[in-house]
């Protein structure tokens, strides 16, 4: 009888063990679901709002292309057609002054006239700046390669080099790295002191990589948009490689100003 009930009481006592490891398995199994399901929504919503985040710069890069190409259309339509007819017409009173003798306004006519002649190029180089059309005639190289040498500043030396076969790269890869490249020429030009400026572009296939680098003022390039960012172009360059999904390789320079990115395609 003695035994039963010792016997009874074992077996209670690895029931109620066995239903509290049930319970302990039970409650942990489900705390290591819930955050993983926790997780899950939270790598959800992170997406979602990157794709959003990502979404709204397109737009509003997009938006900004659609208006440089407004403007462009205008100056070269407009103002540069307007110079131009303006210039005809002075050619013209300046010859029919001549015929009848008169040479006292010849040399405001040529003032006038070179004024006219800068006035037409500085609106044909606003256009060209604002869209630049040649990424559809020699394509991205030809195009940086075009604006590099229309950079004229005494002691600065621009070298560019490209290695590799362009793929068939899209209007859009190639607009947003020609920007990137202009933003970064024009930030090394106002505020790095340099001498020297490096372009590369090596191709690879589905792959382009853009180093760019001067020998001027040490800079390191913010690693994101949360930094301490100072300045539109930095902005505008991050809002770009956020558009290409374009990864940053760290250059580990101590001098000068170094930034290579590099860009999948299709």
Same mark, same amino acid.
């Given at each position: ?16 063990? #066995? ?43 997009? /938006? ?62 606003? #256009? ?9 005639? @020699?394509?991205?190289?030809? /195009? ?16 560019? +080099? ?35 400026? +490096? ?24 690693? +994101?948009? @949360? ?40």
């Amino acid at each position: 009888m003695a035994e039963s009930a010792q016997s009874h009481l074992i077996w209670m006592l690895i029931s109620a063990t #066995a239903g509290m490891l049930i319970l302990v398995v039970g409650a942990v199994s489900f705390f290591f679901s819930y955050q993983s399901r926790l997780l899950r929504e939270r790598m959800k919503n992170k997406k979602i709002e990157l794709y959003y985040h990502r979404a709204m710069v397109d737009a509003i890069i997009n /938006s900004q292309e659609s208006e440089r190409k407004k403007i462009a259309a205008n100056i070269h339509d407009n103002l540069s057609g307007s110079l131009f007819m303006t210039q005809l017409n002075i050619l013209d009173l300046k010859e029919s002054l001549s015929l009848h003798g008169i040479f006292d306004f010849e040399v405001k006519f040529e003032n006038a006239l070179k004024l006219l002649e800068y006035s037409i190029d500085s609106a044909k180089q606003i #256009a060209w700046d604002l869209v630049p059309v040649s990424l559809a005639i @020699t394509g991205l190289g030809g /195009s940086i390669r075009d604006y590099c040498g229309r950079i004229k500043i005494t002691g600065l030396k621009i070298s560019f +080099s490209e290695s590799g076969i362009s793929g068939d790269v899209s209007d859009n890869v190639q607009l947003n790295v020609y920007r990137i490249v202009q933003e970064l020429l024009s930030n090394s030009l106002k505020h790095s002191g340099a001498t020297q400026i +490096s372009i590369k572009l090596s191709w690879y296939p589905s792959m382009l990589i853009v180093d760019y680098s001067n020998n001027g003022i040490h800079f390191v390039f913010p690693s +994101s948009t @949360t930094s301490d960012i100072k300045g539109l172009g930095v902005l505008n360059i991050h809002g770009r490689l956020s558009i290409l999904d374009a990864s940053v390789i760290d250059p580990k320079t101590e001098s000068g100003f170094n930034f290579t990115f590099k860009v999948r395609y299709e």
